[in-house]
């Protein structure tokens, strides 16, 4: 008796919280839905350059416009995307994920601007390029460290694509979660 009890409530709550949910996350492809693209990278803060295994610090602004062309607020839970720079024409590595979770609002109808401080260094991007990016390098025939310190000379003027891909912002609304992939080049060509 008591398990056949106990195995209704189980199922009650499973239904109840089935019930509960909110609903999936929505295509961002419809009308209406949000838009983010990415506006512009700014060097927020800029160290001279010490040689390896020194760690140099550099902090880079993105800048998003978050485009809510729908009649109802959203707003922003979750915003996450991969940098990639390069290292040769047309050949990216990945660097960094810069991850937030603040919750930010999005009136109706509005052009909003959305800023991601990611602060890398020497020593990280090294590592990143010694593990993630290995087999990229190799094929590349490249140098870590020559690599490192030609993004660090010429980051000030963008004279190398950075790339932010495989992004990912999720709102919520009054009409449910809504999921919307991004990417971007900067400069822009």
Not at 24 to 29: C, I, N
Not at 32 to 48: A, D, H, M, N
């Amino acid at each position: 008796m008591r398990r056949v009890l106990l195995v209704l409530l189980v199922i009650g709550f499973a239904v109840w919280g089935t019930a509960a949910c909110k609903p999936g996350l929505l295509p961002t492809e419809a009308t209406g839905k949000p838009k983010v693209t990415l506006e512009r990278i700014e060097v927020q803060s800029y160290f001279p350059w010490a040689d390896l295994p020194a760690r140099t610090p550099l902090a880079l602004g993105y800048v998003f416009n978050i485009d809510n062309p729908s009649d109802v607020n959203i707003k922003l839970e979750n915003f996450k995307f991969t940098t990639f720079f390069a290292a040769a024409p047309g050949q990216y590595l990945s660097v960094s994920t810069p991850t937030t979770y603040e919750m930010v609002y999005f009136p109706a109808h509005t052009v909003s601007q959305y800023r991601v401080v990611d602060v890398l260094d020497s020593f990280t991007l090294n590592l990143s390029l010694a593990v993630a990016n290995a087999q990229k390098i190799q094929e590349l025939k490249l140098n870590r460290a020559d690599v490192i310190k030609n993004w660090y000379a010429k980051v000030g003027d963008f004279a190398f694509g950075i790339r932010v891909g495989e992004g990912m912002a999720v709102f919520s609304s009054e009409k449910g979660d809504i999921f919307v992939p991004f990417e971007g080049i900067f400069p822009k060509k």
